[in-house]
């Protein structure tokens, strides 16, 4: 008998807003617990909420993205349903009409790219947090009312590996159109899935849920298991029970959290406080107008029009920041392969250790494009091109200046080569005197001295004819 597997996932995300879904309350991750609470988000009586208008605006440009049909028209609904870390004992979400349905989000994975489907957006707003210490407590309403968008796929998934996959390739869309940082350790990513096993051609079998997959390996390892889980007992003759399971992180393997609610549990019923959202033509025009490159479709073109190896297209397009910058550079005329290899290599690398952005750097396409040209022109050797760089960063100045004042352009004169030559072989006469004896190892040696002479400054081809020419 062959099964087949069937995973959907429900991710959250927040959205960037400054301050809440429904209040004036900031939105801001690691402040002091309970700061930022008012009476709307603490759902004292006879307080009315009202729209966020930036964080819907954030949920149509994501619903977007994702193909989906956009609402002329959403609503809102309480959720209803008592847990201590919701002072309402509701929560505002979206039900009958979200805000967008029936999209669709290509991604990479094995090789080839699949397509999943996108059964709905909906905005709601998130719950405090609860933190366990030992047998207290403690309950921080900081994170409740924060503006969340739910995006629901289809259960057209088969494993971990997809999920994973598509995961990391939604997390960069979000990132891309700057709505939501992606941070999953900080929860402002989450992934819950559904999974059920069933023998092949026979449709979805019993759903389960699983939650608690805090990153994106742990929501790979949760799911492979589940559906190793639910194959074998059907394979022993036995029935999948519908519940909940959270994934436990420290035995790796899933448990039984509680059995499901259906959604009429929840008793959704109209936010009598909240108009439904209708908006205008100028607003959905500006979710249009705002739409950005997909960055699956960005890195086939780094590919096709720049020649650039797959690693460099996915390091560039890791933030978005980078590959803008890339795009700058490569527009002001800038080799695009040296271009990826500088950016992913001695820039990423230094910027990682100032922590300074891309965005904000003293090395601006501009610069960045010129230091460039120079060293393609062969007016200073890679070393010293490294050296500029950092010098840039450091001082804030042009690359030109700074060669032109410190001397680091190329030594390519004869000349002034063959004095430095002279040099280094009188002070090594040792070391000489075994070359012509037969010993050629110390050749290398001697190349370095002379470069090393010359502050990393001489064109290496000329050096090493003259110190040849020398030795002979
Ligand atoms: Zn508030």
Redesign the pocket.
């Known amino acids: 008998m062959k099964y087949s597997s069937y995973v959907g996932l429900e991710i959250h995300i927040h959205l960037l807003t400054q301050?809440?879904a429904?209040?004036?309350?900031a939105a801001r991750f690691g402040d002091e617990p309970n700061t930022?609470?008012?009476?709307?988000?603490?759902g004292y009586p006879g307080v009315l909420p009202s729209l966020n208008e930036d964080a819907l605006f954030m949920g149509y440009r994501v619903a977007h993205a994702l193909g989906c049909e956009l609402s002329r028209c959403t609503i809102f609904e309480r959720k209803n349903y008592f847990y201590p870390d919701m002072p309402k004992n509701y929560q505002i979400s979206q039900f009958a009409a979200p805000l967008g349905g029936a999209g669709y989000f290509d991604f990479e994975v094995r090789g080839g790219i699949k397509r999943l489907s996108i059964r709905e957006c909906h905005f709601e707003e998130d719950a405090g947090k609860l933190v366990h210490a030992g047998t207290m407590t403690f309950i921080d309403y900081n994170r409740?009312?924060y503006p969340l968008l739910e995006i629901v796929t289809e259960p057209e998934l088969v494993d971990g590996e997809e999920a994973e996959a598509f995961l990391r390739s939604f997390r960069r869309l979000v990132r891309h159109l700057g709505v939501c940082d992606g941070n999953m350790e900080e929860g402002s990513l989450r992934c819950d899935a559904n999974v059920s096993v069933n023998e092949e051609g026979r449709g979805l079998g019993v759903k389960v849920e699983l939650k608690n997959m805090n990153s994106s390996r742990f929501v790979r390892m949760g799911l492979d298991y589940e559906v190793k889980r639910q194959t074998a007992r059907l394979k022993d003759g036995r029935k999948v029970e519908q519940e909940t399971r959270l994934w436990n992180e420290n035995r790796d393997v899933t448990e039984t959290m509680r059995k499901k609610e259906s959604a009429s549990d929840y008793r959704y019923f109209p936010e009598p406080d909240l108009p439904p959202f209708c908006p205008e033509e100028a607003f959905l025009a500006r979710v249009r107008d705002s739409a950005i490159e997909l960055p699956l479709a960005r890195k086939r073109r780094y590919l096709e029009a720049f020649a650039l190896t797959e690693e460099q297209a996915e390091l560039l397009l890791e933030e978005r920041a980078v590959a803008d910058y890339f795009e700058s550079a490569v527009a002001l005329g800038a080799d695009p392969r040296s271009a990826a290899l500088w950016i992913v290599g001695e820039l990423r690398a230094q910027l990682a250790r100032s922590g300074v952005e891309i965005a904000s750097c003293a090395l601006d396409p501009g610069r960045f494009t010129s230091l460039l040209k120079i060293l393609a022109a062969g007016r200073i050797q890679t070393t010293i091109a490294k050296q500029v760089l950092r010098a840039v960063l450091e001082e804030n100045r042009d690359p030109e200046d700074l060669i032109a004042e410190r001397g680091w352009e190329r030594i390519s004169d004869r000349t002034v080569l063959a004095s430095l030559v002279d040099e280094v072989l009188t002070r090594e006469a040792a070391v000489v005197e075994r070359i012509r004896s037969g010993d050629r190892k110390p050749i290398a040696f001697l190349m370095g001295e002379a470069m090393k002479a010359s502050a990393g400054r001489a064109e290496p081809g000329a050096l090493k004819e003259l110190v040849m020419e020398r030795l002979a």
């Open positions: 301050t809440k429904f209040c004036s309350c930022n609470v008012c009476p709307v988000c603490l409740a009312g």
